[in-house]
């Protein structure tokens, strides 16, 4: 094969990794994330970037995407378990002050 060949498809697998990453990291508004790793590492950089979690979540009132770190849903405004599914102490007081 030419060398003019191979860049070219190496060119035009990276565009469609690339675009591929971009869709798939999409929802959860990591798209430029999945854009370059599609991008650098091609077929590769795609199924790395499907197993990463990104250090995000499901809301499980509203079911948006929200940092793993949320207290409170920035979406619905609802409190958020924390990983352990427990609420966090302010979420706790204020319920225990409604149950009076």
Avoid: Y
Wanted: glycine letters at 16%; proline letters at 3%; one cysteine or more.
């Amino acid at each position: 094969m030419n060398m003019e060949i191979i860049i070219a498809l190496a060119v035009i697998v990276g565009a469609m990794s690339g675009a591929a990453g971009f869709v798939v990291g999409w929802r959860d508004g990591r798209g430029l994330e999945g854009l370059l790793l599609g991008t650098i590492l091609g077929p590769l950089g795609l199924i790395l970037f499907a197993f990463m979690d990104g250090g995000r979540r499901e809301c499980p009132t509203c079911f948006e995407i929200i940092d793993v770190r949320a207290k409170r849903c920035g979406h619905c405004g609802e409190a958020v378990p924390s990983e352990a599914g427990e609420l966090n102490a302010e979420t706790q007081t204020a319920q225990s002050g409604q149950g009076e």
